[in-house]
């Protein structure tokens, strides 16, 4: 059966890639910002502009984590939309049976990438003390990295087990694999049995989470594909919807600042020592809520999913996870390099990093409309002949079991 994409996922997907891609650009120069969604031992003296920008909900645009929580939600409703609508194991099958090349084709390019940029001296995070940049940023692209790396981070140890040294963003890929695979396999065994579906699904979640706040990112997969269900309700209540998109922007919004205290205030979960301490890491268990919140919004509200399914966030969709795949490394060499040339050039630092974002944005954008061309594209229609292909085997396996076998 066919399903139309849904538009305002597809923007709304775009707008958190979006961002990420500022938010770390925004951590390395401006490491104030950072400091407003993780706690630092130290005081750090915000200038002028941090002050401007870190005014919600401006603090949006690059509330990096909270776009990764975002991601996983839309990942499990997104996924599982045919299972709901047909009612068939099969369209479980095949999205399990391509998910790996899927994700780990692109992910083993902009590894490729990033090992080439590093082997050509491009990559400049040694001189990042030079530049006035966060402190951290010196530790990325240490080295030293040989040619096999890539295929041993590319093919297994970024969607396999998070390791992600020449490119750390792609730790979400693991969770990806990971979360949408379960998901199948839970739905598939217990599709009609509710109860046991969530009880499994938080059993391994418990697991694969470590037992910490993490647990939420693969329980952002088992969320929104439950939304799948309430879509319906959420359609026919306009009202609750715009309610639930309100309330999840200011869940997505949580910071360290003085006006989430109402937040703060609220008690949360200790499940110890069987499950996690959600005190631990508030910022993820708001922003998860958010997150669920946020995307039931959008797929229940047309008028939101009308805006937010416009022209340009549906574009930056299309591109998101090539722009997610790439903007690390490309922040590490084109923003570095850039803001370190014109601060040799004699301009100050706010403007050298004005310089350097738009250098790194034009380069990040450019480049993902050509990744997505040449390795996007193509990585989605081999996962899709694969899948049709393991279809078919299937189906001739099944045809040549005699029925009293």
Known sequence: MKHNKNLGLEGLRGLACMAVMIGHFSYVFHPYLASL??????????????R???????????????????????????????????????ALQSA????YIRLGLPSFASIFLAWILWRSGAIYTAHANEIGVAGWVSGWYAGPFMFIDVFIDGLAGAPLF?????????????????????????ISLF?????????????????????????????????GAILNIAQPWLNRNQVASLVAFSLGIF????????????????????LKPVGPDFNDNPDLLWHTVG???LVAGVIGSRRLSAIIGSRIPVFLGKISFSIYVIHVPILASVGLRVAAAAQLAGLKYEQSVALAFVAYAMA???????????????????ANRMANRTARVEKLQGQSIAPWQ
């Not at 399990?96 to 998910?99: I, L, Q, T, V």
């Not at 390791?163 to 750390?168: D, F, I, M, S, W």
């Not at 990040?364 to 081999?382: H, K, M, Q, T, Y």
Request: hydrophobic share 55%.
């Open 96 to 99: 399990a049976a391509k998910r």
């Open 191 to 223: 599709g009609k049995r509710p109860i046991l579906l969530i009880l499994w699904f938080m059993f391994f979640a418990n697991i694969f989470g470590l037992q910490s706040p993490n647990v939420l990112f693969y329980i952002s997969f088992l969320a």
């Open 291 to 293: 997150s669920i919140l």
């Open 364 to 382: 990040v954008v450019g480049g993902a409309i050509l990744f997505e061309r040449w390795v996007d594209a193509p990585s989605i229609r081999l």
């Open 162 to 186: 998070a390791r992600t040294a020449l490119n750390p963003a792609l730790w979400t890929i693991q969770v990806e694999l990971i979360g949408s695979i379960v998901l199948f396999a839970i």
């Open 37 to 50: 969604f993780r706690p630092v031992p130290f005081s750090i003296k915000p200038s002028a502009f941090e």
């Open 251 to 270: 869940c997505v919004a949580y910071n360290q600042q003085a006006m989430f205290d109402i937040l703060r205030m609220l008690p949360l979960p200790n």
């Open 52 to 90: 401007l920008v870190s005014i919600p909900p401006l603090t949006l645009a690059y509330s990096a984590d909270a776009a990764v929580s975002i991601f996983f939600v839309m990942s499990g409703c997104v996924l599982t939309t045919k299972f709901f609508m047909a009612k068939e194991i099969p």
